[in-house]
């Protein structure tokens, strides 16, 4: 038994399917005489593929943002040429007897090895390029036919270092159940992920791939973070018990799809949910959205191959307009940075604080061509939405002043103008920020004059208020968003934009939380955003609260002085007022 974060709650067991870094178990299989020629080849294959890859990708990128972003592929295909590089992976293969996968593997642990011993920060980086050129080899051996890569069936669950974008969309055919991994955290991409699918997942378990191979039997306890590694029958038992209560509770709670969502005294909400892509929608669909309170833009480009024109982003968010539940879909602009990064917007060089460095709008007013290309096509897609009769809206990440926003407002004008001039449909739309930096926070009264709408960022809110980095296990303890000071906050600012009659919603995963919706609730919030297999639990759990039980509650709760006891009290409210959800409800 091993105790990680709890990140997306309920209980599964099944197969485990061991990803690591890169490849799905390259160290166990060793060649046969007659096999190594075959395996050289699809090195040579793969290698020759990837090197017209970046070619490729080195000149578009050129194009769009100018030599020096695009010289980070150069250098990549530089590598790809290396003959140290290829000398090695060609000895293991023809000498040990290593796959092309085992044998990158071992490529990448030993310059690791090396060049972290040194110290030098720029050696260090060079490891970082070496492991984006093996990524690359290792997806192209994936379209290699490799007979003795096992199979994934299902239901399993997925046991990684650490899940990335890419991996999602291999992920996508098979059946999932659960998903656990070594590193992350609650705002991860495994957790958002996981949350977005409805499915149990804990992160941050260390060395879990030593003690795991594919076909133990799991279980995740999303509830509590605990993993289980083959358990006894009687665990096992117990465990199976509990993942058939948590089916069925997740199956009768979707049936109240088609309810209002509403509070017992009848207080209309909105339910909205977080998607990542056109995958996500037919949750949101089944689950009972109201329409699409943030639409993460950013998974187009961590899953594109290189930089996605202006025509094909059009194409996604026609997609999404199309798919999406409701009349309403806010499309957020590229939030790259900190743990989301694309080596073409010169990401190849680590930060010292990442998520407080250059990032989301930051990144795009570096770069305002590219930004801009982004903007015109959600302003084309928000004309397409008018004539299916819905409404798109654009939210602008990490908003810290209100000249960023004077200078957003110029650029969507700016983009207006370029497509009246090219003959374009377009629309001009509301346009929000995304609350997520605490200068903004405290001045919101001053930002509010320029935006049609707010949109809290929670997960980024309650770091930034904290000064503590939530993916550092050190000080991850602090990101606590039922903590005082972030309650403090969180009412002030939906205090500020209701008596200004601006719509708020907030589409941090608190908004998914049963104790986090009812001191939402309590503080006037009525608009709520998130993962779409939360949104029938908080559905039941709204319609057995009232408004003044929600306010009482939260009077209550601002009184306490610490995090555990406010977490206490409301753990108790939650259960007093809908017990049915504890299967859904995390420590």
């Not at 974008?165 to 957790?191: F, Y």
């Amino acid at each position: 038994m091993k105790k990680g974060i709890a990140v997306s709650p309920g209980v599964a067991v099944g197969t485990a399917y061991c990803m690591l870094e890169i490849f799905v178990n390259p160290d166990r299989k060793r060649l046969a005489d007659r096999e190594v020629t075959a395996e050289l080849a699809r090195f040579e294959t793969a290698r020759d593929a990837v090197a017209l890859d970046l070619r490729a990708l080195r000149m578009k990128v050129e194009h769009q943002l100018g030599p020096s972003e695009a010289a980070i592929f150069g250098v990549h295909e530089a590598m790809l040429r290396d003959s140290a590089f290829t000398g090695k992976v060609r000895n293991w293969i023809a000498n040990d007897r290593l796959t092309v996968s085992a044998a990158l593997h071992r490529l990448l642990q030993e310059y690791t090895r090396l060049f972290s011993e040194t110290g030098d920060a720029y050696l260090q980086e060079r490891v970082a390029d070496l492991r984006d050129v093996v990524i690359r080899l290792g997806d192209r051996l994936s379209d290699v036919a490799n007979p003795e890569q096992p199979a994934m069936h299902g239901p399993i669950i997925i046991v990684a270092d650490e899940l990335l974008p890419s991996h999602v969309v291999a992920l996508d055919d098979v059946n999932v159940i659960g998903i656990v991994t070594q590193r992350g955290s609650q705002t991860s991409h495994a957790a958002i992920i996981a949350r977005s699918r409805g499915i149990p997942a804990v992160s941050g378990v260390e060395h879990l791939l030593r003690q795991v191979k594919t076909g133990d039997t799991v279980v995740i306890d999303g509830r509590d973070g605990i993993v289980t590694v083959n358990p006894d029958p009687e665990a096992l038992s117990a465990y199976l018990k509990l993942e058939r209560e948590f089916v069925h509770l997740k199956d009768e709670l979707a049936a109240n799809r088609d309810m209002p969502a509403q509070t017992a005294d009848g207080h209309p909400l909105q339910l909205l949910a977080n998607v990542n892509g056109p995958l996500d929608l037919p949750a949101a669909q089944n689950m009972g959205a109201a329409g699409i309170g943030l639409y993460r833009t950013e998974y187009l480009y961590l899953t594109h191959p290189d930089i996605p024109s202006e025509d094909e982003q059009l194409a996604t968010y026609e997609r999404i307009i199309q798919g999406s539940p409701g009349t309403s879909i806010t499309i957020r602009t590229l939030d790259i940075g900190g743990d989301k990064t694309v080596p073409y917007l010169g990401h190849q060089h680590q930060e010292a604080n990442p998520f407080m460095g250059w990032r989301s709008i930051r990144l795009s007013f570096e770069h305002p061509e590219f930004f801009i290309t982004q903007v015109r096509a959600i302003l084309r897609a928000a004309h397409f939405a008018q004539t299916l009769g819905k409404q798109v809206r654009i939210l602008f990440p990490m908003i810290t002043n209100l000249e960023e926003m004077r200078r957003v407002r110029g650029m969507v004008g700016r983009a207006g103008k370029q497509l009246k001039a090219e003959g374009h449909a377009y629309l001009l739309t509301p346009i929000g920020m995304m609350l997520e930096v605490p200068a903004a926070a405290v001045s919101i009264r001053l930002l509010l004059g320029s935006v049609d709408f707010v949109s809290i960022g929670s997960n980024d809110l309650v770091q930034y208020l904290m000064a503590a980095d939530r993916d550092n296990p050190k000080v991850s303890h602090l990101c606590q968003p039922l903590s005082p000071p972030v309650l403090f906050v969180l009412r002030d600012v939906i205090a500020a934009c209701r008596a200004a009659g601006k719509p708020i919603t907030l589409c941090g995963e608190l908004a998914g939380q049963p104790r986090g919706f009812v001191v939402l609730l309590g503080m006037g919030l009525t608009s709520f955003s998130m993962s779409p297999a939360f949104i029938p639990s908080i559905k039941e759990l709204a319609c057995h609260l009232t408004m003044e039980k929600a306010t009482a509650v939260l009077d209550r709760a601002m009184k306490f002085n610490t995090t555990a006891q406010i977490k206490r009290y409301l753990s108790r409210q939650v259960a007093e007022v809908a017990p049915n959800l504890s299967l859904m409800d995390q420590a």
